[in-house]
């Protein structure tokens, strides 16, 4: 599982530098995740079902922080690139990123 969630945290800040670079052309950077199949374990035992439900648990407070992060700084311009205007975007890399994160930590803490 730290597979998919190094891949996760990868594609997460790679999406987030493109939003933030290029704007809406940037969420083109999304395609990168239809590669997750290609990470997946095929069996997970009980743990890793119970802490992969935990780190979503976790996964939904930073993305939560995040969101309202990104409501704050709604009108800002980064890059000429208005921040309110690609809200959906970043809220979403912001997930992934926060997911393969936390994913990280629980995987490796236990």
């Not at 730290?2 to 670079?21: C, D, H, S, T």
């Amino acid at each position: 599982m730290n597979k998919r969630f190094i891949f996760e945290l990868i594609v997460g800040v790679i999406g987030f530098a493109a939003v933030i670079l290029f704007g809406r052309a940037g969420i083109s950077a999304f395609a990168l995740f239809a590669l997750l199949p290609l990470f997946r374990k095929k069996n997970p035992d009980e743990r890793e079902i119970q802490l992969f439900y935990r780190t979503g648990n976790l996964t939904a407070a930073l993305t939560l922080l995040a969101a309202v992060i990104f409501y704050l700084l709604s009108g800002k311009t980064v890059n000429g690139f208005s921040i309110g205007d690609n809200w959906l975007a970043l809220v979403i890399f912001s997930f992934l990123l926060a997911h393969g994160l936390s994913g990280l930590i629980m995987f490796n803490k236990g």
